[in-house]
Each structure stands twice: as C-alpha cells, then as structure tokens.
C-alpha cells in the first residue's frame, strides 16, 4: 500500500507517518509506504508519474493550496485516488468546502493516530472493492432481490472469486459489509482487517465444507504455496476471536490435522 502525505511541516509529516505505520502489518495486512511531500508542486510532480492509494493533504500551504492540489487530482488522473483533507481549522464552513472540492473525508489537527488509521483504511478497501466489482460484474438471477446468500442460490467452492458477492450480505445471522470490512452480529459490530474478512467469508460461504490449508492460501492470499502457515493459524484465531465462533453461538471452527479446516454449524 503507497501512501501520498503532504504538509508544510515536517514535524505533521513525520507525526502521520508514524501514526500509518506504527501500525505495523497486522493493521494493513500487506507492506505500507508513505510518500512525504512538504510542498503542494512537488506532490504534483510526483502524481504525474506515480499513482497512490490514498493521498492525505493538508489544505493551508505556502505554495498552493490542498484545494489546487486536488483539484487536479480529480481532473487530470485517470484513475480514482482516495483523498483525506487535514487542516487545523474545525469549522462547518472548512469541512463542506473540502467536501465539495472532491475530498472523500475531513480530518482535523491535532489528529488521533487511531482514528486516522482506520480512515485512511476504510477509504483503501472501499476503493478496492468499487474497482474490483467494476472490473468483474456478475450476472445475477432476474428473480433475485435479496442480498442472502441462499436467495443468490451461489454456491461458492474453492478457487470461486469471492468479490463476486454483494457488497453486503447476511449469512446465518452474520451479516458481511464488503465496503467496509465490517460483521455485525448479535447487535455488534466488529472490524476486520482485508484478510480476515476474505477467510470469514469463505467459511461462511462454505460451511460444513473442509478446506485445505493449500486451498485457503489460493482463495485469500492468491498463492497455492504454503511458505508460512503459521500466519494462516494466527489470522484465523483473530477471525475466531472477532466473530465469536464458539459452540454457545452455534459454530465451530475446527483444526483437521495435517489437512486444514472446516466451519460447522449445529
């Protein structure tokens, strides 16, 4: 993931910097690279021969305001960047006026470095699925109007494209929100990194079903070797974890020795 942070002062950009990636992998799920920019031509430059996942600009600049800078992003990129609009001015006024200009959401400083994260975050994975449903479009039954996965009559094996599912979807009470990598159940809701959503999904989607552990690496990691299965092992004692699989709610997520796992329902 390649980060795009613009600011006038180093001192901000080092604080935002550290913010995304104190976080570490276990946050992102894949390798993070922030991009500094102290000057709004110089970031300008660089979208002319780069492209970012999401670009964080802060709007008051001694050269050219955020603005500027993202209206020509909008104008003159083809393709759609994600855009957070920092200032230390919170006011109503600043906030629509952004808004308007084309950012995706508004940020005040001092900043909460948690809080950041997860919108930088949130705005990566929503443009990642809208980009994955446009390339990809299934044709689903004229008679559907509902977003269960039995009403879709889908029947997801191993190596189906899982972004071939609604972007929401409730499956035996869970409830899956793609855009936003969010379960809610029992009147919760949980969060879940792009990974641990992927393996949710695909259990649920196949439950009762015993997947291989080569199997699960293809459908979420888009890899058939098993160069590290402990990660795989962690990963889905955190989705055990988050989603409460336990006997009391009705579901199991069982080890198979020397083969992989299954999800059961009872």
């Known amino acids: 993931m390649k980060i795009a942070i613009l600011d006038d002062e180093k001192t901000q950009l080092q604080l935002i910097e550290q913010a995304l990636i104190g976080g570490g992998g276990e946050v992102w799920g894949e390798p993070m690279e922030c991009c500094l920019f102290n000057s709004g031509l110089e970031l300008l430059e660089a979208l002319r021969k780069d492209s970012f996942d999401c670009v964080l600009l802060d709007r008051q600049l001694p050269d050219i305001s955020g603005d500027v800078v993202l209206q020509w992003l909008r ?34 400083k001092p900043f909460r470095p948690k ?17 994955s449903r446009e390339s990809v479009k299934p044709e689903l039954p004229p008679s559907s ?9 889908v029947s997801h094996q191993l ?3 899982l972004d071939e599912l609604p ?34 999904l695909l259990f649920f989607s196949n439950i009762g079903v015993l997947l291989s552990r080569d199997a699960i690496f293809k459908a979420v990691w888009k890899r058939s070797d098993v160069t590290n299965s402990r990660a795989l092992d962690t990963h889905l004692h955190r989705v055990r974890t ?13 080890s198979v020795y020397g083969f992989g796992y299954r999800l059961d329902s009872h």
């Open 75 to 108: 104008q003159y990129t083809q393709k759609y960047t994600p855009v957070i609009m920092l200032t230390a001015l919170d006011n109503e006024e600043e906030v629509v006026n952004s808004l308007v200009a084309g950012a995706d959401d508004y940020v005040v």
């Open 167 to 200: 972007a929401q979807i409730e499956i035996s009470g869970y409830h899956f929100n793609r855009l936003d990598l969010e379960v809610t159940f029992d009147h919760q809701t949980v969060q879940l990194t792009e990974r641990e959503f992927a393996l949710a």
């Open 115 to 131: 809080e950041l994260v997860a919108r930088v975050r949130r705005l990566v994975n929503r443009q990642r699925i809208i980009q």
């Open 242 to 254: 988050k989603l409460a699989l336990s006997p009391e709610r009705g579901f199991v997520l069982r």
């Open 145 to 153: 109007n509902s977003n269960s996965l039995s009403d879709l009559n």
């Open 159 to 161: 190596g189906d494209d």
